[in-house]
């Protein structure tokens, strides 16, 4: 089984930063691909990026595209994501995925996610 723990969320001002980590526990880590989804109240749980198991395949959406990046450290069981220029419409609870066999930016292709750490942008 693979276990998932985001940390990273908080309070930031319209154009701040922030980094959000995802801690995997489980020994096949390395052969999932590992994805970001957020979800804002009322709306239906959206991609925000994916990373293949090698780390050398990135997607993002279009809506971080350019002030996101992701990564991943398979050594240290390590997923990131770093978010630039923070808009008020980032605003959600964003989720570690694991998985993605098929479809790395469809939740549905997941197989573990995290409880969510939530991030908040101020105007």
């Known amino acids: 089984q693979v276990q998932l723990v985001e940390s990273g969320g908080g309070l930031v001002q319209a154009g701040g930063s922030l980094r959000l980590s995802c801690a995997a526990s489980g020994r096949s880590f390395s052969t999932y691909a590992m994805g970001w989804f957020r979800q804002a109240p009322g709306k239906e749980r959206e991609f925000v990026a994916a990373i293949r198991w090698s780390g050398t395949s990135r997607y993002y959406s279009d809506s971080v595209k350019g002030r996101s990046t992701i990564s991943r450290d398979n050594a240290k069981n390590m997923v990131y994501l770093q978010m630039n220029s923070l808009k008020p419409e980032d605003t959600a609870v964003y989720y570690c995925?694991?998985?993605?066999?098929?479809?790395?930016?469809?939740?549905?292709?997941?197989?573990?996610w995290g409880q969510g750490t939530q991030v908040t942008v101020s105007s």
């Open positions: 995925a694991g998985g993605g066999a098929g479809g790395v930016t469809v939740s549905t292709k997941y197989d573990y």
